[in-house]
Nanobody, 125 residues
Framework: QVQLVESGGGLVQAGGSLRLSCAAS????????MGWFRQAPGKEREFLAA??????YYADSVKGRFTVSRDNAKNTMYLQMNSLKPEDTAGYYC????????????????????WGQGTQVTVSS
């Protein structure tokens, strides 16, 4: 079955960096767009970034600070997060899109067909 396992979260000071990983199994990883979302307490799940083989998409809130990448040989996606701010504090979730990428709605959590369990990122001021 499809499994997405995030790792790399933790506590970091404002201005610091973290790299999140998402290890995928149970499907042919290279064939699917993948993405990252986050959710803070009391807020809706928010799109951050998505990636195919050579195309990336970013939310304006993280563009220039976060970089999404993938290693298809390792079935793993990454999110490099730099210049972290306290408002980046949230649970971060790995996402798999359907085979036909929803190019007009990729930012919507409803477009995602599989989620990881999440990893917590806390940024202290």
């Amino acid at each position: 079955q499809v499994q997405l396992v995030e790792s790399g979260g933790g506590l970091v000071q404002a201005g610091g960096s973290l790299r999140l990983s998402c290890a995928a199994s149970g499907f042919t990883f290279r064939n699917y767009y993948m993405g990252w979302f986050r959710q803070a307490p009391g807020k809706e799940r928010e799109f951050l970034a998505a990636i195919s083989g050579g195309t990336t998409y970013y939310a304006d809130s993280v563009k220039g600070r976060f970089t999404v990448s993938r290693d298809n040989a390792k079935n793993t996606m990454y999110l490099q997060m730099n210049s972290l701010k306290p408002e980046d504090t949230a649970g971060y979730y790995c996402a798999r899109y359907p085979n036909l990428f929803p190019s007009s709605r990729y930012y919507s959590p409803d477009s995602v067909i599989a989620w990881g369990q999440g990893t917590q990122v806390t940024v202290s001021s």
